[in-house]
């Protein structure tokens, strides 16, 4: 059974940083491109980031790129996403999700960036 | 960046109404488009890709149509645990995008 459980969401200062974590359970996850999704508050889906199966290609919204990196260890079947120069728009919640076509959906982490 | 735009945004219907929602990419998109649910307060779970097939398990009163710019999502029989939320997004190139969502509810 696919299980993707994220970690590392809390409550930021504005400017501050924050590294999200995904551990990837039930599948060949090396073999797999994997991909980061946000919902705000009572808002819609937002596609943030996708890394390659190896972790050489990386793609992101550009309301994130340059502020937040995409990353994975695939020796630990984990998922990380740094998050840097965080704004109050950036409050939402981020789930890991599986594959560059949108498979499935982790429960998501919460990520607040208020003072 | 591809624009989606799904219509309605919102609507009401009643158990056992056809149900259709439209999703609109602002370039071809060719077939790379997938469906998503939201129950309140759930996880998105998908229910179609590349258009038309449906993901396993997912009731066959889903499906799905189109192929360029303009997509449908048809539910041929509303049921109860069909109120939701619905999302389209394109998985054609990247940035993805998805559509604003359409709220199905109670009549």
């Known amino acids: 059974e696919v299980q993707l459980v994220e970690s590392g969401g809390g409550l930021v200062q504005p400017g501050g940083s924050l590294r999200l974590s995904c551990a990837a359970f039930?599948?060949?996850?090396?073999?797999?491109?994997m991909t980061w999704v946000r919902q705000a508050p009572g808002k819609g889906l937002e596609w943030v980031s996708y890394?390659?199966?190896?972790?050489?290609?990386?793609?992101?919204a550009n309301f994130v790129r340059g502020r937040f990196t995409v990353s994975r260890d695939n020796t630990q079947n984990e998922l990380y996403l740094q998050m840097n120069s965080l704004r109050a728009e950036d409050t939402a919640v981020y789930h890991c999700v599986k594959g560059s076509w949108v498979d499935f959906f982790g429960q998501g982490t919460l990520v607040t960036v208020s003072s | 960046d591809i624009q989606m735009t799904q219509s309605p945004s919102a609507m009401s219907a009643s158990v056992g109404d056809r149900v259709t929602i439209t999703c609109r990419a602002s370039q071809d998109i060719n077939i790379f488009l997938g469906w998503f649910q939201q129950e309140p307060g759930k996880v998105p779970k998908r229910l179609i890709y590349?258009?038309?097939t449906l993901e396993g398990g997912v009731p066959s009163r889903f499906s799905g149509s189109g192929s360029g710019t303009e997509f449908t999502l048809t539910i041929s029989s509303l049921q109860p645990e069909d109120f939701a939320t619905y999302y389209c997004?394109?998985?054609?190139?990247?940035?993805?995008?998805f559509g604003q969502g359409t709220k199905v509810d109670i009549k």
């Open positions: 590349a258009a038309s």
């Open positions: 997004l394109q998985h054609y190139t990247y940035p993805r995008t």
């Open positions: 039930g599948f060949t996850f090396s073999t797999f491109e």
């Open positions: 890394i390659s199966p190896n972790g050489d290609i990386m793609h992101y």
